[in-house]
């Protein structure tokens, strides 16, 4: 199994990423962990558009996504940039998605996906799960929280363990 991790914005989440994917017995697997082209020129512009570009050219069996990691991954998979089996992103923004002047909104519309697995704070700040709505995903998992931290990890890790194993099963919505 091959796996590319996108983080957020900020680079602590790179830890945050590797400690779920221990979480989800997915350490042992080949990883690919993406670096934004910003965190060493933190100067420059955050460019969904050229983190885009700059992703790996590989087919991927999961690809993870963490906040603006989700934006770039929906981006690239509607760009047909990237190719994977299945996609979890949590923590998708939504609130600031209009400040993303090269974001395509039109790449939402992939929520509806079976092969896609959303995790969403029911109140997250960047993004409450109520916003996702409009589009229809087809496995949203929402659950408590309004920090956009997702580190009550058994609020969801045996939710994505088994659709993992089965892409098709509908997510339960919680609170």
């Known amino acids: 199994m091959k796996i590319l ?31 934004y082209q ?29 906040s603006l990691g989700t934006l770039i991954l929906l981006q690239a998979l509607y760009e047909k940039r990237i190719v994977c089996n299945q996609a979890l992103l949590i923590g998708i923004p939504s609130a600031v998605i209009d400040q993303k002047a090269d974001f395509k909104p039109e790449s939402l519309e992939l929520l509806k996906g079976d092969d896609i697995f959303i995790v969403q704070q029911v109140n997250d700040k960047l993004g409450p799960a109520n916003m996702l709505e409009p589009y229809a995903p087809s496995n949203l998992l929402v659950i408590e929280g309004n920090d956009h931290l997702y580190e009550s990890y058994d609020f969801y890790v045996d939710d994505v363990l088994q659709w993992l194993k089965n892409p098709v099963c509908l997510a339960r919505k919680s609170p």
């Open 5 to 35: 991790l996108l983080p957020g914005v900020n680079p602590a989440t790179i830890d945050w990423l590797h400690f779920l994917t221990e979480k989800l017995s997915l350490a042992e697997v080949d990883t690919v962990l993406n670096n």
């Open 38 to 66: 910003f965190w060493s020129a933190p100067d420059e512009e955050k460019s969904l558009s050229r983190e885009v570009a700059n992703l790996p050219g590989d087919d991927f069996d999961l690809i993870i996504g963490k």
